[in-house]
């Protein structure tokens, strides 16, 4: 900016600029190469730890140490993939987080409607409520929902474990889905009240066509969310054939401690992946801090 | 399936909802709100009553036939309790370790600096923080756990620059848990940074590098301030997040050694079901609980609501 401030300026002063130990131009080719080492070095220690995981799980040396392995092999994978370290878990998660994020969507959707929509002397009270639940810590409801489970029976229940989830996601879950409602110009519906259409047959028909987009990242950030909750199922499920994928990444590490790191890190990276890709599909799609900004800005 | 059962009136609503009373038309129109109420009421408003009743009785797993009401006991107790305070202290330095300095300050410098940083930088470092952020939380656990273990690779790194070594999950757990949970959830932050930086208006940061401020003196003086409701928005959710930590403390180090690294959801968790006090554990829940509402309520106050 200061260069160009300065061309048409007279030669006097450029001889001036000239005369400067370190011209604006270079001085900042110097900071941006600073800020690339700086920003390199972070990433390197944020990628060491997901790079000993990558090798550990093809590698034959079993260690904690970050090391290249001497022969890469797929033993680990092998032995994990088998009904009961693996397929299982990875069913039980994906029936959990699938139908909770299925009621989550549904239910935030329905919720949306009438909150973007109408004027109520109760919309302000109900709005708020909602985002004053977004922030409370799920963690410290567990005890309660726990004891509350053991009197009705519903401990160690799939169906009652994936409706607590889909609840737990629901503040969340009703306000982006507001949100991005409320982008939907209102004057479309209008056209389709006009020819007789009601209430739900306006949500199903036209707004929500209209709003893919937010659909797609509110499930997208719900499944995530679910995929890797560790401690509701921790807390509501106890048979282990019931166990999803977070809960035996953990008894996992504590039951054959010290040895299968191999074994472990292979299991970590298959149960990763699903959310990995997720992300990458959410990015791609919308841009990166879109779907954040919209939570964010109210 | 409440909204299902209104669209057979709906097929006619348009013209009936003239002859229809204000107060039913209003109840119909919030009809679909009924599954979201009944969940969240069952759900959530639910287990927070039952959390603030059984936060004082003696409920104990074993049996609920010996559960009595014993008023304020169970919050003595906790004050009394060194154990109980231990981990008070251990939530505070954790939630403002990592969270408030931690995640905080670095994903701040990490959003700036990406601003200046050359394209393929800038891919790569957002690429590995949201990576780390995306993985689910036990497992970020089980990496942090290799990472800091005896022989993991930080102490290898540490020999290749002929640094001191720790055995950091028995020496400095907290501090272990601390960056673990820098590491994992930085770029929440620096998601929420970039965001604001884009929306700070190009001329005023032009405008004060014409009257020749520095890059310190921009960054302090005219972004800082532009961007300050981002930051507090930002320092209230990132707190809400980390006071409700578990599965990260719990992979890597189970609160141990001893309770060196038990922060309040750990010691909770502990006291419920490891000894049996499901109402000592309910009344540190409700203390976790009115907490994480004093914050929650603070951060609707800065987001405000649109007016109408």
């Known amino acids: 900016m200061a260069v160009a401030v300065e061309t048409p300026t007279g030669s006097a002063r450029r001889d001036r600029s000239a005369t400067r130990p370190a011209s604006p131009r270079r001085r900042s080719r110097l900071g941006r190469l600073g800020v690339n080492l700086v920003l390199l070095a972070v990433s390197v220690t944020y990628v060491l730890p997901l790079l000993w995981m990558a090798l ?7 260690t904690f140490r970050l090391k290249w392995p001497d022969t890469f092999t797929l033993d680990n994978f092998d032995a994990i993939l088998n009904v009961d370290t693996t397929y299982r878990p990875m069913l039980n998660s994906l029936l959990l987080c699938g139908f909770g994020t299925l009621i989550t969507v549904v239910v935030s959707i329905l919720a949306a409607y009438p909150l973007s929509r109408y004027r109520s002397r109760l919309r302000r009270p109900f709005l708020y409520t909602i985002l004053f639940s977004t922030g409370l810590p799920i963690t410290a409801v567990m005890i309660p929902v726990y004891s509350m489970f053991v009197q009705v029976n519903l401990i160690d229940s799939m169906p009652g474990t994936t409706l607590f989830l889909a609840a737990s996601a629901l503040p969340f879950g009703i306000w982006l889905m507001k949100n991005f409602m409320d982008g939907v110009p209102i004057v479309l519906e209008e056209a389709a009240r006009i020819d007789g259409a009601n209430a739900m047959q306006v949500l199903w028909r036209v707004v929500l066509p209209l709003m893919r987009p937010g659909v797609t990242v509110v499930t997208i950030f719900t499944f995530i969310g679910m995929w890797g909750n560790f401690f509701v199922p921790f807390i509501l499920l106890l048979s282990p054939e019931k166990l999803p994928a977070s809960v035996s990444v953990f008894t996992f590490l504590s039951a054959h401690d010290q040895t299968q790191y191999g074994q472990l890190s292979a299991f970590s990276l298959l149960y990763s992946l699903p959310v990995v890709m997720l992300y990458l599909l959410l990015s791609r799609k ?13 | 399936m409440t909204a299902l059962a209104q669209a057979p009136r709906g097929t006619d609503g348009h013209r009936r909802s003239r002859g229809v009373p204000v107060p039913v038309r209003g109840l119909l129109r919030g009809l679909p709100l009924l599954p979201a109420v009944v969940l969240l009421v069952v759900f959530l408003a639910g287990p927070i009553a039952y959390c603030v009743y059984y936060a004082f009785t ?30 008070v202290r251990l939530t505070l330095v954790f939630v403002i370790g990592s969270a408030v300095v931690g995640q905080n300050t670095l994903g701040l410098a990490l959003a700036v600096l990406m601003e200046k940083a050359s394209k393929p930088v800038r891919s ?19 990496l942090m756990y290799a990472f800091f273990y005896d022989q993991g690779s930080l102490n290898s790194l540490l020999a290749a620059l002929h640094l001191p070594r720790q055995n950091w999950l028995y ?29 700070v208006p190009r001329e005023l940061v032009e405008a004060a590098e014409m009257d020749g401020a520095g890059p310190w003196q921009r960054l302090w003086r005219v972004t800082l301030p532009v961007i300050r409701r981002s930051i507090l928005t930002n320092l209230m959710l990132i707190t809400l997040q980390t006071l409700s930590v578990f599965g990260l403390i719990y992979t890597m180090t189970r609160g141990g050694p001893g309770n060196k690294s038990e922060t309040l959801p750990v010691f909770m968790y502990q006291q419920a079901f490891q000894n049996s006090l499901i109402g000592y554990g309910t009344a540190i829940a409700l203390v976790l609980l ?3 509402a004093l914050f929650s309520a603070v951060y609707i106050r800065l987001l405000r609501l649109e007016d109408e």
């Open chain 2, 290 to 292: 009115v907490v994480g």
């Open chain 2, 171 to 199: 020496t400095l757990p907290i501090l272990a848990v601390c960056l673990a949970n820098v590491w994992r959830g930085t770029a929440f932050s620096m998601m929420v940074f970039s965001a604001a930086l884009n929306d």
């Open chain 2, 58 to 87: 003696d409920m104990q797993l074993t049996g609920a036939s010996g559960t009595h009401f014993t008023g304020l006991d169970n919050f003595t107790r906790a004050f009394g309790d060194s154990d109980f305070l231990n981990s």
């Open chain 1, 56 to 62: 550990a799980s093809v590698s034959n040396l079993n």
């Open chain 2, 124 to 142: 790569l470092t957002n690429g590995v923080v949201i990576a780390a952020w995306v993985l689910p939380e036990v497992v970020a656990g089980y």
């Open chain 1, 286 to 298: 919308l841009g990166g801090g879109f779907a954040l900004g919209g939570a964010l800005k109210g």
